[in-house]
């Protein structure tokens, strides 16, 4: 009854993708005019992809032969601009723990496998992206140190039409 993390397989796809699923559902009762109800959120070529691209990792939390959680990881470097300093990071594009499954540790020891790769890749800072709508999530990401850097803003162009 040992959870272990893993590099992900292809074998693994249906269930990594039902965690997504879980996440696209939450974000599409947030924001209904960005996130789409849909069924299959991630394509199986996109996820076949990372599988063999050099510069990504997808890995699993797995516990009694069963997915609890996951997170696609990428290694990227700050362009080459003169204003900007230059860096090699990791970024987490998506993370989710099967939602039967949150605030038992599976994030925690999850993030943990994150960083130990994203070390491993010789990355200097681990980044993602959340949604302001999520605050259990941001919650979770700076009780495990996490700080905010960055700010995306939007407003809406969208004319109420005349009556």
Known sequence: MTIAIE???????????SIV???QDEHHRALPH??????QVMPHDYFQSLLI????????VRKNN?????AILEVMEAPPFDSLAPRK???INDFGVKSSHKRMGIGKVLFEGCTYWANSKGATA???NVWNFNESAIAFYEKLGMETISRKMTISLERETEK
């Open 53 to 60: 691209e050099p510069a990504s990792e997808v890995l699993v």
């Open 66 to 70: 069963q997915i609890l959680g996951f």
């Open 89 to 91: 990071y990791a970024y």
């Open 34 to 39: 960005i996130f789409s109800r849909v069924d």
């Open 21 to 23: 699923k879980e996440s």
């Open 7 to 17: 590099t992900a397989t292809i074998a693994d796809f249906d269930e990594v993708n």
């Open 126 to 128: 681990l980044e993602l």
